[in-house]
C-alpha cells in the first residue's frame, strides 16, 4: 500500500552542492511529476513525464534536471544547489488516460539549502 | 499569473457548521476541477472532482459547485469537523489533457473548532 515514495525525507545541503531526489509509485502509471512547495505559494510544477522516456518543463525549471529511470522511478536532480532552492518537493502520479487527471502525491522532501 | 486563485488564505469554521470555500479562476480552458487536501508533512491527497459539463457533485460530506459563466468553484463540507482542519488546494486542468499537469491555487487553511 505504498502508493508514491519520496526519498529522503529532510535534507539539508550547502550552495553549490548537488543532490538527487528520489521518487517511486507502485500503482503502475504512466505520468510522473516533480512540485515544489513554497510558504504561501501553491504548488508549482517543476517537471513533468508523461510517459517512460519522455520528459517535458513545467512551469519553474531552471536548476533542476530530471530522469525518468523507468516506469516506476522519476528523479530530479539539483546540480549546484542554490538558497532560492529551499522548499518542500512532491512528487505525483497518474494514470495517463482516464476520464481526468487525478495526481497522487508522495510525502514530501523537505530541502534546505544554506 | 496566477490562473487559478483562492483569494481567502484562512477560513475558521466551529464544528458541526458548514464550511464553503472559494476558488476562482481566469482560463476559460479548464474544464476539469479538482479539490486537494493537505495536513502539515504529508502531501496533498485528492478530495473530490468535478467536469465542465456538471454545476454539482457530491461526495459524503464534500460538495463542489461550478459557475462556469462566474468562472467560480467552491467546495462545501457539512458539518465540518475538526478533522476536517488543514490546507485545501483548488487546481484546474485545460481542455484535451489528460496527463499533463494541474494548475494550483495557493491554498485555503481551514480550522475547524471544537
Known amino acids: 500500500n505504498a502508493g508514491v515514495t519520496q526519498t529522503p525525507k529532510f535534507q539539508v545541503l550547502k550552495t553549490g552542492q548537488s543532490m538527487t531526489l528520489q521518487c517511486a509509485q507502485d500503482m503502475n502509471h504512466n505520468s510522473m511529476y516533480w512540485y515544489r512547495q513554497d510558504p504561501g505559494m501553491g504548488l508549482r510544477l517543476i517537471y513533468y513525464s508523461a510517459s517512460e522516456g519522455t520528459t517535458d518543463k513545467g512551469e519553474v525549471p531552471n536548476g533542476y534536471n530530471v530522469s525518468r529511470l523507468n516506469k516506476r522511478e522519476f528523479s530530479l536532480r539539483l546540480e549546484s544547489a542554490a538558497p532560492s532552492q529551499t522548499s518542500v518537493y512532491f512528487c505525483?502520479?497518474?494514470?495517463?488516460?482516464?476520464?481526468?487527471?487525478?495526481?497522487?502525491f508522495g510525502a514530501g522532501t523537505r530541502l534546505s539549502v544554506l | 499569473d496566477q490562473q487559478v486563485k483562492q483569494n481567502s488564505p484562512s477560513l475558521s469554521v466551529q464544528e458541526g457548521r458548514i464550511s464553503i470555500l472559494n476558488c476562482d479562476y481566469t482560463n476559460s480552458m479548464f474544464d476539469y476541477f479538482l479539490w486537494y487536501k493537505k495536513y502539515p508533512a504529508e502531501g496533498p491527497t485528492f478530495l473530490i472532482s468535478i467536469s465542465s459539463i456538471k454545476d454539482k457533485n457530491e461526495d459524503g460530506r464534500f460538495t463542489v459547485f461550478l459557475n462556469k459563466s462566474a468562472k467560480h468553484l467552491s467546495l462545501h463540507i457539512v458539518p465540518s469537523q475538526p478533522g476536517d482542519s488543514a490546507v485545501y488546494f483548488c487546481?484546474?486542468?485545460?481542455?484535451?489533457?489528460?496527463?499533463?499537469?494541474?494548475?494550483f491555487g495557493k491554498g485555503t487553511s481551514l480550522l475547524v473548532t471544537p
Open positions: 505525483a502520479s497518474s494514470a495517463w488516460g482516464t476520464a481526468k487527471n487525478i495526481q497522487y
Open positions: 487546481a484546474a486542468l485545460p481542455q484535451g489533457d489528460s496527463g499533463y499537469a494541474l494548475n
